[in-house]
């Protein structure tokens, strides 16, 4: 895996955060409402804010905790961006920086891509990402140097 060097904290102070009492929240850039921010939420609303600021994702194509089925368990996609046409064209899986990006971390990922079939994969915990794409004949993965603006993949 190669990791990509973002500098996700720079984004920060774009996060519009609220304290209730003892529970914090984040403003979801996609969901348009406040989530709690688990330090997983946070690094998820980090990369949004990456993506849409510096590689053109329309927030429009994006779709957070989306359910699917792997292996006929119920599952949740991190977050899901979709192409001109809303096909499903990259898949991204969200750490907490406590949980470190390995090869199992990786299969998480790559076992979801088995129902959804996306062209890219993104992980990310903060300060490890990693992207790849599909190689051809769906069999394996070509690691990426930089995660590819969305007018280059939709």
Not at 107 to 122: D, S
Request: net charge neutral; hydrophobic share 40%.
């Amino acid at each position: 895996m190669i990791n990509i060097a973002i500098d996700l904290l720079q984004y920060q102070g774009d996060l519009d955060l609220e304290a209730t009492g003892s529970a914090h929240y984040v403003y979801g850039l996609v969901r348009k409402k406040y989530l709690k921010a688990t330090p997983e939420e946070m690094v998820r609303q980090l990369i949004l804010l990456y993506l849409t600021k510096e590689k053109g994702y329309p927030v429009g194509r994006i779709r957070t905790e989306m359910g699917l089925k792997v292996n006929d368990m119920d599952k949740r996609s991190d977050v899901l961006v979709y192409n001109d046409a809303f096909e499903p064209i990259l898949l991204i899986e969200c750490k907490s920086a406590k949980v470190p990006i390995s090869e199992s971390t990786f299969l998480q990922i790559a076992n979801y891509n088995k129902t959804l079939k996306v062209p890219y994969l993104l992980l990310t915990n903060g300060p490890v990402t990693c992207c790849c794409k599909l190689a051809e004949g769906g069999q394996s993965f070509d690691f990426l140097e930089n995660i590819p603006p969305y007018d280059k993949i939709r």
